[in-house]
């Protein structure tokens, strides 16, 4: 079937192609999440090995992201000079070892390089991976696919990490055997990515020849707005995905089993809020499915640090943060970057979307956040969210809808 591609040729649609590739690029972004989370709820354990603090978690969460946002940039538009497949395969091989070598750390210094070069490879694999589910995608499925893609990042970053780390914790001599266990699946999925996955028709024989200039995609205007507004976003999910482990066992005085169930609650609200916003936007509109998005993440927030030590009502209002706050990670940096430039500049245009919100969101709030834990409690973390959701519903207001069910071009 053809389907017309804003700013190219038409391109032929393979159905079949379509499940398998978002089927085993979810499957790696799965991976991706769980590789970077998976230090959250270790962090407890870890603190007494190698005598770390509150600002430490957020220093090793912060570098990671930086070096993911810097990257991202990087290599999305690299991804569109050089094909898809050249990217995606080295960099999940290389995340994969990294997270594995994490395990021998012996000192803050050392996690910090590790946990760096490791936001390299997945800020290399982020932008690239979007790109290509949005390339196997028919128009119509555009946003749900790839918010199905990202979906999984939640599911196993947020969802299984938890229960993965602290049960491991149980059978395992110390936490550094989990980092080591995490690391494998990954060099597994990248042999069957290498037999699977097709670089899209306008790379399929190397990049055009003269490609389009990567300033188009950062002066287009819903990529400068989804790049505010993930910012917005990245300081509620990474702020809470860093600091609620220590909050609830800490603070609250949770047991580490119970503080792994609640914790688990963000993997499952976001693994469903990462297709459904999304798959919301392409009925509704990409503009009113952001707003309300962060409408409902930052009551969700509000409710959840005044939640009394009660571990369901804990986990279902995390369920809701998740689900409306990690739906926007998925909405901005898929459908709404996506059809905000041209077929041949949809990673460059992935890339500084995601890559400037890591740096931003996902880098700089969770270090303040961590300064803010130090010096005031760790209970009061919950400000920097609630003030950066609030910050993102009003820039959500400027957002172009591009929808195709919105605009007429879904044929």
Not at 5 to 23: C, H, M
Not at 343 to 359: H, K, Q, R
Not at 383 to 393: E, I, K, N, R, S
Request: charged content about 10%.
């Amino acid at each position: 079937m053809n389907v017309p591609q804003e700013g190219g040729p038409e391109i032929i649609w393979d159905p079949r192609y379509e499940w398998k590739a978002v089927l085993l690029l979810g499957l790696a972004f799965g991976l991706v999440g769980l590789d970077r989370w998976i230090l959250a709820p270790l962090f407890p354990a870890m603190m007494a090995d190698l005598h770390l603090g509150y600002a430490d978690l957020g220093g090793l969460v912060g570098v990671l992201a930086l070096s993911w946002g810097l990257f991202a940039i990087l290599f999305g538009r690299l991804s569109d000079r050089w094909g898809r497949r050249r990217v995606l395969i080295p960099a999940l091989v290389l995340f994969s070892l990294l997270s594995g070598i994490t395990g021998f750390a012996g000192s803050l210094a050392i996690l910090l390089l590790a946990r760096g070069a490791m936001g390299a490879a997945e800020g290399a694999f982020c932008p690239t991976s979007v790109a290509a589910t949005g390339e196997a995608s028919h128009p119509r499925r555009r946003g749900f696919n790839q918010g199905l893609q990202m979906s999984s990042f939640a599911l196993m970053g947020f969802g299984f990490a938890p229960i993965i780390a602290t049960q491991l914790l149980t059978v395992v001599p110390s936490w550094r055997y989990v980092f080591l266990i995490v690391g494998v699946p990954g060099l597994i999925l990248a042999a069957i990515l290498f037999r699977v996955l097709r670089d899209p028709p306008h790379l399929a024989h190397g990049a055009p020849a003269r490609p389009a200039p990567w300033g188009e995609a950062a002066r287009a205007r819903n990529v400068q707005v989804a790049t505010i507004a993930l910012f917005c976003a990245m300081s509620c999910i990474f702020v809470m995905g860093a600091m609620v482990p220590n909050y609830l066992v800490d603070h609250l005085k949770l047991a580490p089993a119970t503080m792994g169930f609640v914790m688990s609650g963000m993997g499952w609200g976001g693994f469903v809020g990462e297709f459904a916003i999304p798959g919301l936007s392409d009925r509704i509109g990409r503009r009113p499915a952001a707003i309300l998005a962060f409408v409902g993440a930052a009551i969700s927030v509000w409710f959840f640090a005044h939640a009394p030590a009660a571990a369901l009502s804990l986990f279902g209002w995390l369920i809701l943060t998740a689900f409306f706050g990690i739906g926007l990670l998925a909405l901005l940096t898929g459908p709404v970057a996506t059809e905000a430039v041209a077929a041949s500049l949809t990673s460059s245009a992935i890339g500084i979307v995601s890559g400037m919100g890591e740096i931003f969101g996902g880098g700089v709030a969770p270090v303040i956040a961590g300064m803010v834990a130090e010096r005031h409690g760790i209970a009061s973390v919950f400000w920097v969210p609630l003030v950066g959701l609030a910050l993102g519903a009003i820039v959500s207001l400027a957002i172009r809808e591009t929808a195709p069910r919105r605009i007429g071009t879904d044929a």
